[in-house]
């Protein structure tokens, strides 16, 4: 068994900053060869240098990855550089508040094409790729590629001023359910990570002037602090790794424990 993903190939998007940077990061490190896709190319080149300065097999990608033409312009320039493609990372999301009874700024069709439509497009271009592949190389045995999906704890929580980004993140979730058995006859895997509790770019944002709002999520947080974005790449490592190689379809959470617990219970501590 091994976490190396040393030789693969990697799209990750939203790989300009946050929890995709961090990821990107994650993967040049231990060997593997990164397109950072994103919207970003100032920051994109940026970051694409420094990876390149530190010795790893990199590629920048810049576009609107909500756009069908984008994400198939996406899929061949990775192919240009590599040659082939082996994990895919669905780290670009949006957050945007939602006035729940005001149609003009509910957000839902920003959150659904951004965080759910997007992903899923992508997901179908890769994963056909993955096939074509496996045929190619008469590989005919264990999977052919592992899709990870970037989804929130809010799935699980309603917040009235998230309304539309925590239905795009339970629809995230339940695609990535979905995928996973439709996909797995084709020795696809695709798993998701739910964050909460982890310093992502909008948290680091939300947080970055407010220390009281800080540590009220480090107190609802059982583990007692905010961890920071190489918790998450961490984890996408393994399930890009042969070592999750019997595991698809499930929402692995890294929120400290956050989840477990009844809010109203913070109140006795």
Known sequence: MSFSIEGKTAIITGAANGIGLAIARQFADVGARVVLADMDEDKLKLEEGAMRDAGAEVQRFSGDLREKLTLANLLSATLDNFD????????????LESDALNPKADNFDAMWKQNVLSNFRLTQLIAKRFEQQAIEDDDFAGDVGSI???TSIASERAHPDLLA?????????????SLAVALAPRRVRVNAISIGSVMSASLQSVLSDDTDLRNLVADVTPMGYIAEADAVAEAAQFLASTASRFITGQIVTIDGGRTLIDPAATAFH
């Open 84 to 95: 082939r493609v082996d994990v895919l990372v669905n780290a670009s999301r949006q957050v």
């Open 148 to 150: 990870i999906n970037l």
């Open 165 to 177: 980004y925590s239905v795009s993140c339970a629809a995230l979730n339940q695609l990535t359910r």
